[in-house]
């Protein structure tokens, strides 16, 4: 597709349980961004990769999240023993270096129970 | 560090009407400005942005913005808005030492008959 593609738009769990969430950036797009929202909120910055690297990991809120994207494109958020206060909406945006503009997906919602 | 400030959490308006929006940012160094708006249950929709040269902005869907320096502002203005333009619209900034937006907490624009 053309636009920044992110799966699942829902995720119902339960708290304690494993979650991945998966976003498949604009082709040819070489920075990746993941942030979160809360509800009445803005995007929070959670962590950004160059290519396969993550160059800034600064927002990730403690060790039970993490992100890869091994080959450059394609991201999987990770988060492990979720919290109810991990429910928000997770928006994943991909950007050509340097040009400044952000393309969102339209976010994967979680829910904790 | 760089901020966003937004501090109108709603505004609402009559259709046909004008409206700004407000933005303040705080940055010591260069900075990128941005308007987003997000329309309910959909993903971040840049609506202008702010790089160099002319502090007057157009945008998509009539709207404008005017980066002001002195003021460090980036107020969002249309001249007469439809009941389509009901949202949640975002400022963003981007320093040019970082390579990730700062968004602020949102204006949810109202627009009735």
């Known amino acids: 597709g053309a636009g920044v593609s992110q799966t699942p738009s829902n995720k119902v769990t339960e708290k304690g349980k494993y979650v991945e969430l998966r976003c498949d950036p604009i082709?040819?797009?070489?920075?990746l961004y993941w942030y979160r929202q809360s509800l009445g909120q803005g995007p929070e910055f959670l962590i950004y990769?160059?290519?396969?690297?993550?160059?800034?990991d600064s927002g990730l809120p403690n060790d039970r999240f993490f992100a890869v994207r091994p080959e450059g494109s394609v991201s999987t958020l990770k988060i492990q023993r979720t919290e109810r206060g991990d429910s928000a909406v997770y928006l994943c945006?991909?950007?050509?270096?340097?040009?400044?503009?952000?393309?969102f997906g339209e976010g994967s919602r979680l829910t904790v129970l | 560090a760089q901020s966003v400030t937004q501090l109108d959490s709603q505004v609402p308006v009559f259709e046909e009407a004008p409206v700004e929006l407000r933005c303040n940012y705080s940055?010591?160094?260069?900075?990128?400005l941005f308007w987003y708006v997000q329309y309910p249950n959909q993903g971040l929709q840049l609506l202008l942005k702010?790089?160099?040269?002319?502090?007057l902005v157009k945008g998509i869907n009539g709207f404008e913005a005017e980066f002001n320096k002195s003021q460090t502002s980036f107020h969002l203005r249309k001249p007469s808005v439809h009941i389509s333009d009901t949202a949640e619209y975002f400022c963003?900034?981007?320093?040019?030492?970082?390579?990730?937006?700062?968004f602020g907490t949102g204006t949810r624009l109202q627009v009735t008959l």
């Open positions: 945006a991909s950007r050509v270096e340097n040009t400044g503009e952000l393309f």
């Open positions: 082709s040819g797009h070489t920075a």
């Open positions: 702010y790089l160099s040269g002319s502090t």
């Open positions: 940055s010591s160094v260069s900075v990128y």
């Open positions: 963003a900034s981007l320093t040019g030492t970082a390579s990730k937006l700062t």
């Open positions: 990769f160059q290519g396969t690297g993550a160059a800034d």
